[in-house]
């Protein structure tokens, strides 16, 4: 990957970064704004509504919050853009579109097929 490459990734992390700490901050704000005074039976349902928008930030995104971390800690540490598998580096492509990806796409078919894969059952005694 040539330096060009490498800014370009770099700004796709961290502009997504950015994105997801802007709305989780924007969540947090709106929830002090809710609970610095003694709230109404409407503001009940917001809040409850920002709730859900929390747990639904806390299963779908910091997982990927985390991956963006990693991916950025791997560029200050020059592995960035290698399969974490095979070593090998991860296509351009790929990248791209999974820039905080943890693995080429063989290792992640590879993956993908053995999580899918029903486990074996011990016989039944
Ligand atoms: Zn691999």
């Known amino acids: 990957m040539d330096e060009k490459d490498g800014a370009h990734l770099k700004d796709l992390l961290l502009r ?36 859900s928008l929390f747990d639904q930030f806390e299963e779908q995104e910091s997982q990927e919050l985390a991956d963006i971390e990693a991916a950025l800690a791997k560029m200050v540490f020059g592995d960035y853009g290698l399969c974490e598998k095979c070593q090998e580096p991860v296509g351009r492509q790929r990248l791209e579109l999974l820039p ?13 097929e053995k999580l899918q894969k029903p486990p074996v059952l011990p016989p039944t005694v």
Not at 104 to 112: D, F, M, N, S, T
Request: aromatic share 6%.
């Open 16 to 51: 997504r970064r950015r994105e997801m700490l802007d709305r989780l901050q924007g969540l947090e704000t709106d929830w002090q704004a809710l609970s610095a005074h003694d709230i109404e039976r409407e503001e009940e349902a917001q809040k409850a509504d920002l709730y």
């Open 100 to 112: 905080a990806t943890h693995f080429c796409r063989k290792c992640a078919e590879e993956l993908e």
